[in-house]
């Protein structure tokens, strides 16, 4: 494939999962080598060995992943590698000089002196920026940066992209949150399989356009599987993942929601635990869940989502409150007891918690259903029945490539993340607790995991969906709970949703008239 | 290229490059013939170690073959056992330095038991060896109660633990209560002579020390593996040294499973203790100065800590170590299999280095998606 960046440009790319952005990226800063083909800047052709070469011409990396020292300053983070020095040590005074002022020119508010772990996620990228800039980058590659931010993050993130341009710099935006793309970019460059399958310019194009380029060949899948649910998908999954919600499943009560109300699965009153800091995290939480109904939990990052999706599932002790899950007690639940009562769970943090990166996909498939059929027979680990249903999950998740004996880390994240859902859902849960079941996904892997979550839901699942996207919430959830410092400050039914009203409630507006 | 081969080839070439390296280096101290005499001096090792073939195709008695042999197989037995030890400890994710330790309290336990319990032969080798096993298990287990109920890093408490076992043992027990006394009343070094019952019988005559405890090393190694490889609890083992709090979503009893592991690394030490002791020794000796237990930590490490692999290594500087002493006729140092050993490690350490060298020749077809540094092969520290 072929690309040209112009200077002075804010290109974005898109694509889906594995289509190879983040492959390009990777080779234009020097982590990966071309096997053939050649990189030119300003119209030389250089060979960028690492990434010291890359930031020697200018260019400059934001990974999605921020490689930051968190016990640090922002000052030290941003020298780090070239602090400038007074006969011979360093000069931490002329350091928080030299960023202050590079913050500065480029209309950056932060402040040298903090330390990087007080800081938001937003003001992190920042650093980050801040640090590609100091070094004198030119050119600017933001991999995925909206991803962790929240709404009123990304816009900050696109007037100081728009501020770069504007002062004559080069921003390569990678993404998959097509209206962000083309509210921002000067062109978008859309990927597919590997190749650059279009270039185009925003007032020349839509979401639904672009979705179309995007998933091209692999919507017939998406397409397939929607006649098999009897969903009424692709539309709405090209409408979803561009940030349309889809309101009301075309105003479908829920199956065993709705008119008929399913069993109860879980009932709790007063929950309350402790974050990872020690401080409390829930502080009193009433909660539902009934068969064949999801439950969206809505929210600013922070305020006890995941705690919440961890006391129900075993990995958080309770400090207070009380609640039945599927017949037994919430309380002193461990994860072994939540999985055989049939709890199922998709965790936020896939790395760590979901998966283990360095087994083989087949090994990941059976994690947490290692000990029965078809994974096991008595005491002994079952291979030929592992590998076969390894295959059919694969097969039947369109996870590429389809290869039970590779190591899970040389998958890319969406599919890592299909697998979990793979696995979770063969077990067939009577709960499922998911968080940012979509975070980091293309347009068909989001598309796929929406669709597998209304399936679970037809099949009388009860789902609890922690997401911080508002749109995804409202698109899937048939009833939501907005959590606001650890407790439930809103409950919307589905003919309630009122997405203004929510969001104020997750600011913390209690009492407000509904 | 398949997987295990990938996986091997560090380990096969950095002991060839450090046997090169060690040739050169016996060349070098030659003013004349270095390198003829750097040949000839491996040869010598080589016929140490696997018997003396030349001599018995001249017509020499078959005990140029067995006593070699026998040598080779008993100092490989208790490599294996070592190594398992740190192996197995390694695959949940500690590093247990403590196998020496957990050595002399097993060959303690197994001298005791060979010495001062009668019992009939078929009964009284397990016994002594189920003695060590729990022995060395018990040790181990000081270190693991310390990590998962105080927090105390393994590395730091094993490295103790050792020193405590020798004052325990060596300079205490041994030369105090559990001393030996020899008829007459004359005093011997080191406890008393073990029970011929509980002697491991050996196997190819009386003029090789090959015994019992060789087959007990190879059944080890095939064990663990099989353990490792082929039950749910091995797998259970293995994510929680891949990935603990993903091992604990997914309902595995992480502590169990480490405390499980560290207690059978301890056993197995414990046994390499029981096969000195009642294969070679006959008595716990005045100080059990061989540092097999920290030899053990060199195999684990360049036999990739696998169970195979570990036994591979542990016959392959088996042969070495047996074969060494054969060097001195030639004038040469006998510590050059110990120097061999350690320059294969060193090199096994910049296993990052080697396998980027391999993945450049190979074809990415996976290493676009994968990590640039797969820094998970970075032992826990």
């Known amino acids: ?514 | 290229m398949g997987e295990r081969t990938r996986q091997a080839l560090p380990s096969v070439l950095s002991v060839l490059l450090s046997l090169v390296v060690c040739w050169q280096l016996i060349a070098l101290t030659r003013d004349t013939d270095g390198t003829a005499v750097a040949t000839a001096a491996y040869l010598e090792m080589l016929w140490g170690g696997i018997g003396d073939w030349p001599r018995f195709i001249e017509g020499a008695a078959v005990t140029v073959l067995t006593r070699p042999l026998g040598e080779a197989a008993m100092k490989a037995a208790l490599l294996t056992l070592t190594g398992l030890s740190v192996a197995v400890a390694f695959k949940v994710g500690l590093f247990n330095i403590g196998a020496q330790g957990q050595m002399l309290l097993g060959a303690l336990a197994a001298a005791v038991v060979g010495a001062h319990v009668t019992l009939p032969g078929v009964l009284h080798i397990p016994a002594a060896l189920l003695g060590a096993a729990v022995a060395g298990a018990a040790w181990a287990g000081i270190a693991g109660a310390l990590k998962l109920y105080r927090g105390v890093h393994e590395v730091i408490s094993t490295i103790m633990l050792n020193w405590v076992a020798v004052r325990l043992v060596d300079n205490w027990l041994v030369v105090g209560p559990l001393r030996g006394v020899a008829e007459a009343g004359a005093s011997i070094s080191g406890t008393a002579e073990i029970h011929p019952t509980s002697q491991l019988p050996r196997l190819l005559g009386d003029s090789s020390r090959l015994n019992l405890g060789f087959i007990l090393a190879v059944v080890a190694a095939v064990t663990v593996w099989a353990w490792l490889a082929r039950t749910r609890s091995g797998f259970e083992t293995r994510a929680v040294g891949l990935g603990d709090e993903a091992a604990r979503a997914a309902g595995i009893p992480v502590a169990r499973r480490a405390g499980f592991a560290m207690a059978l690394a301890g056993a197995l030490a414990g046994l390499a203790g029981a096969v000195l002791v009642l294969g070679t020794e006959g008595r716990y000796p005045g100080t059990l100065g061989a540092p097999y237990g920290f030899d053990g930590i060199a195999i684990a490490l360049i036999g990739n800590n696998h169970p195979l692999g570990v036994g591979a290594a542990a016959l392959f500087f088996g042969v070495l170590r047996a074969g060494g002493t054969r060097m001195q006729l030639l004038d040469v140092h006998k510590s050059f299999p110990e120097l061999i050993q350690g320059l294969a490690l060193l090199f096994v350490a910049g296993r990052l280095i080697w396998l980027a060298a391999l993945r450049r020749r190979s074809t990415p077809t996976v290493a676009t998606a994968a990590p640039p540094a797969p820094a998970a092969q970075v032992p826990h520290a």
């Open chain 1, 1 to 514: 494939m072929s690309l040209d960046i112009g200077a002075g440009e804010l290109l974005a790319v898109v694509g889906e999962n594995g289509a190879g952005k983040s492959s390009l990226m990777n080779v234009l800063y020097g982590l990966y080598h071309p096997d053939s083909g050649e990189v030119s800047v300003d119209g030389r052709s250089v060979r960028l060995k690492s990434p010291g070469d890359a930031i020697a011409l200018g260019i400059g990396m934001v990974h999605q992943h921020f490689m930051l020292v968190p016990t640090l300053t922002v000052a030290e983070n941003v020298v780090l590698g070239r602090e400038p020095t007074r006969r011979g040590l360093f000069d931490w005074e002329r350091a928080v000089r030299e960023v202050a002022a590079t913050c500065e020119r480029f209309g950056f508010v932060l402040d040298p002196r903090a330390r990087v772990d007080t800081l938001t996620v937003g003001s992190q990228q920042k650093v980050e920026i801040v640090k590609a800039l100091h070094r004198g980058a030119q050119v600017l590659i933001l991999d995925e940066p909206t991803a962790v931010l929240t709404p009123q993050e990304a816009d900050e993130l696109a007037r100081v992209m728009r501020g770069l341009v504007a002062q004559g710099r080069t921003v390569v935006l990678i993404s998959h949150k097509l209206k962000e793309v083309l509210g921002v970019a000067d062109r978008i460059a859309v990927m597919r399989r590997g190749r650059l399958v279009a270039e185009v310019r925003p007032s020349e194009t839509s979401a639904t356009a672009l979705a179309a380029l995007m998933v091209g060949e692999s919507q017939r899948a998406v397409t397939g599987h929607a006649a098999a649910s009897g969903e009424k998908l692709p539309s709405d999954a090209l409408m979803e993942a561009v940030g349309l919600p889809v309101r009301g499943d075309d105003g479908r009560p829920a199956p065993g929601g709705g008119e008929k109300p399913g069993d109860v699965l879980l009932e709790a009153t007063g929950l309350q635990a402790r974050g990872d800091n020690g401080c409390p995290a829930l502080r009193g939480v009433d909660l539902a869940v009934r068969e064949g109904e999801i439950v969206g939990i809505a929210g600013v990052d922070g305020n006890g989502q995941r705690e919440l999706a961890e006391v129900l599932t075993g990995l958080r002790p309770l400090t207070a409150g009380r609640g039945t899950l599927l017949g037994g007690a919430l309380t002193g639940l461990t994860p072994a007891q939540a999985r055989a009562r049939g709890v199922g769970h998709v965790p936020e943090d896939r790395l760590r918690r979901a998966v283990v990166k360095a087994l083989s996909v087949e090994e990941n498939i059976a994690l947490g259903r290692h000990t029965g059929p078809p994974f096991a027979r008595g005491l002994w680990i079952d291979f030929a029945g592992r590998r076969e249903r390894a295959q059919t999950l694969l097969a039947s998740y369109d996870v590429r490539p389809p290869e039970p004996t590779l190591p899970l880390q040389a998958l890319s994240g969406g599919n890592q993340q299909k697998v979990v859902v793979a696995r979770e859902l063969d077990a067939r849960p009577r709960l499922l607790v998911v968080v940012q079941p979509t975070r980091g996904l293309d347009i068909g892997a989001v598309a796929q995991v929406h669709a597998r979550l209304r399936e679970a839901r037809a099949q009388g699942t009860g789902v609890v969906l922690v997401s911080l996207d508002l749109e995804e919430v409202l698109a899937l959830a048939d009833r939501v709970y907005v959590l606001f410092e650890g407790r439930v400050t809103g409950q919307f039914t589905r003919a309630e949703y009122d997405e203004r009203e929510m969001g104020r409630r997750m600011l913390g507006a209690e009492q407000a008239h509904g």
